[in-house]
């Protein structure tokens, strides 16, 4: 079936640095799109989402991008800290899932180098 | 304070029993859902919930049974059927709309004794 991927499966960054984590979906009806963080032992927490009439959602210091021509959506975080250490999901929702669904990507691990 | 709680944080069974997850939430979401997340892996859903009395099934529903008396409890029980229930249980809600994120509790480990 449809379903949402990521690209690396465990990202490294110093702290201070830019971090960028990608995501590739392959159904091009999905309309919504939303990353979630999810720290160790505990429930995925809502970051940002964004819609497929969108290109680009700016939050604080998190920034999601969207390319549907490649199918690609993308999560900028801003002068990384150590908290931001989490494993980082996608999810995506197709335009007619029922009951909303989402599909989840398998997770990339962001790990902040003091 | 607004949120989803789902009790026990850690459940152990024994063979041949069933078990019962629960999941309350107050943030008066009419939808609600449940997922299994095994180590290192993403989410995969096992059941869903629309509306007070209704549910469906998700991907992974074989071996678990949900029940929606009331809005705010959406409750899990994994039957003896399950036969690799060893997994982290998350519950999410949301409320009805297209544009709708879920939000999660913080979940319960369940272990086979």
């Known amino acids: 079936g449809e379903s949402v991927g990521l690209h690396l499966p465990t990202l490294s960054v110093q702290e201070g640095d830019n971090s960028i984590i990608n995501c590739a979906y392959s159904?091009?009806?999905?309309?919504?799109f939303i990353w979630y963080k999810q720290e160790s032992g505990k429930g995925p927490q809502f970051i940002i989402d964004?819609?497929?009439?969108?290109d680009k959602r700016q939050g604080q210091r998190v920034t999601a991008l969207l390319n549907k021509t490649v199918k690609h959506l993308s999560l900028q975080i801003a002068a990384t800290q150590p908290g931001d250490s989490a494993v980082y999901f996608c999810?995506?929702?197709?335009?007619?899932?029922?009951?909303?669904?989402?599909?989840f990507g398998g997770g990339t691990r962001v790990l902040v180098k003091p | 304070d607004g949120g989803i709680t789902q009790s026990p944080k850690y459940l152990f069974r024994k063979e041949g029993q069933n078990v019962t997850l629960s999941c309350e939430q107050n943030?008066?979401?009419?939808?609600m859902y449940w997922y299994r997340q095994d180590p290192g892996q993403g989410l995969r859903l096992i059941y869903y919930?629309?509306?007070?009395?209704?549910?469906q099934k998700g991907d992974i529903a074989e071996g678990y049974s949900v029940s929606r008396e009331k809005k705010e409890s959406f409750p899990l029980t994994v039957t003896s059927a399950q036969k690799n229930p060893t997994a982290f249980y998350l519950c999410?809600?949301?409320?009805?709309?297209?544009?709708?994120?879920?939000?999660f509790g913080d979940g319960t480990r369940l272990s086979i004794l």
């Open positions: 999410a809600s949301s409320s009805r709309g297209l544009f709708q994120p879920q939000h």
């Open positions: 159904n091009s009806a999905s309309d919504y």
């Open positions: 964004i819609r497929s009439n969108m």
């Open positions: 999810a995506e929702k197709g335009e007619k899932a029922a009951g909303n669904k989402l599909t």
């Open positions: 943030l008066n979401h009419d939808a």
């Open positions: 919930s629309q509306i007070v009395n209704d549910f």
